[in-house]
């Protein structure tokens, strides 16, 4: 699980991968699903994973599509009672 809001250094490197890494199909379906939507949710799969150096990152990223898992936009309200 990924949230881009976290730590500085895990943030980049996710949103990295998706620019990167995601297939232009993954990207037309993602962008097809949340539109123009400012928030939404994902869920990306990673196949396999590699070495580099000291560190291990994924090889490949894609946009999972099952119905439960595609992306959705997200309806996000601040200010309001906790």
């Given at each position: ?17 998706i620019l ?16 123009n939507?400012?928030?939404?949710q994902?869920?990306?799969k ?37």
């Open positions: 699980m990924v949230i881009f809001a976290g730590l500085h250094g895990p943030a980049i490197q996710a949103v990295e991968h990167y890494t995601l297939g232009a199909l993954d990207l037309a379906f993602l962008a097809g699903r949340i539109g939507e400012r928030y939404f994902s869920i990306f990673i196949p396999e994973l590699e070495r580099v150096r000291n560190t291990t990152g994924p090889a490949g990223l894609v946009c999972d599509r099952a119905d439960k898992c595609s992306p959705k936009a997200l309806s996000v309200k601040f200010g309001g009672p906790p």
